[in-house]
């Protein structure tokens, strides 16, 4: 199973990315899908999360801002980041193989979405 993450870069405060995961294999489908993301010097934390039958899960923090959604037919995680601050800053990783709640053992490499003026 691999997992690359792209779309990441530098971006105004209040401006918008999109950030795409590609998975390889068949477990894609049938499993929790997520984005994490580590600032420097923090933990890395869950910024949402997507079941397989697409319901979703955000965390507190970028709730009504960014949204997560799957094409499973191509086996692609996607997450919409609109109105970003600068403590949005970060490495932002997919995940798979989790819950809701927490992460699985299946991580991409990481795309860095900066976030400044």
């Known amino acids: 199973v691999q997992l690359q993450a792209s779309g990441g870069g530098l971006v105004q405060p209040g401006g918008s990315l999109r950030l795409s995961c590609a998975a390889s294999g068949s477990f894609f489908s049938a499993n929790v899908m997520g984005w994490y993301r580590q600032a420097p010097g923090k933990r890395r934390e869950l910024v949402a999360t997507?079941?397989?039958?697409?319901?979703?899960y955000y965390a507190d923090s970028v709730k009504g801002r960014f949204t997560i959604s799957r094409d499973n037919a191509k086996k692609t995680l996607y997450l919409q980041m609109n109105s970003l601050k600068p403590e949005d800053t970060a490495v932002y990783y997919c995940?798979?193989?989790?819950?809701?709640?927490?992460?699985?053992?299946?991580w991409g490499q990481g795309t860095q979405v900066t976030v400044s003026s």
């Open positions: 995940n798979g193989g989790g819950g809701s709640f927490s992460s699985g053992r299946y």
């Open positions: 997507i079941s397989s039958g697409g319901r979703p």
